[in-house]
């Protein structure tokens, strides 16, 4: 999938205006986050990291002249647990996987605390990531891993939908299918709705 064509795709989804999506996009650029290269067919595509990325820096950022500075701040937050992924690698794999994506609940990006979550549909255990150094503040860690999880107050956070992230691994990974577009189903018949 090109990168225009994933930024139209969050223009219409996200609520975010073309020009706040096109200044997110320049400023991912610019801090060499996505590829450069050619315009239109001859444009590059993204992979997986990269949509990472760009959801990173639409989700974790208020301003569009943020959108790197969400990138570098939400990315390397680190899960507690045995698999001590980062957020943007987890994110990533979730998009590199249909049905993994197909589990997920929704993704929060807390912008008061650095906090992200990838909540599941009940099959998997919600991911929670942090900035190592802010774990002993927030968290009681017991034997049996996370026993509190101490956020209280207003928060100010982003959530990504467990559906649009589904679309987004759907359509990169049947970037080359014939049919395979918004509103399709694997086979390529349209959503009746």
Known sequence: MHARHFEMLLQTL???????????????RKMRM???GGRGRHAPDID???????????AGASRA?????????FAPLREIGPAGDTFGEALATLLGDVD??????????CHTNLI???????????RRFFREA?????????????????????????????ALIHQFAFDL?????????????????????
């Not at 002249?65 to 701040?73: G, K, N, Q």
């Not at 979550?117 to 009940?122: L, M, S, T």
């Open 14 to 28: 996200s609520g975010r205006t073309a020009s706040d999506l096109d200044l997110r996009f320049r400023e991912l």
């Open 34 to 36: 996505l590829p450069t």
């Open 48 to 58: 997986a990291e990269q949509a990472s990325t760009i959801l990173i820096g639409v």
């Open 65 to 73: 002249s943020e959108a790197a500075r969400a990138v570098l701040d």
């Open 100 to 109: 993994l994506a197909g589990a997920v609940n929704c993704v929060r990006l």
């Open 116 to 126: 992200a979550e990838i909540e599941y549909d009940g099959a998997h255990p919600t």
């Open 134 to 162: 802010d774990i002993p503040k927030i968290l009681e860690v017991g034997e049996g891993g996370v026993k509190a999880f101490g956020t209280t107050g207003i928060l100010d956070q982003a959530v990504i939908g467990g």
């Open 173 to 193: 990974g049947h970037e080359d299918d014939e049919g395979a577009e918004w509103g399709t189903d694997a086979k390529g018949a349209a959503d009746e709705a």
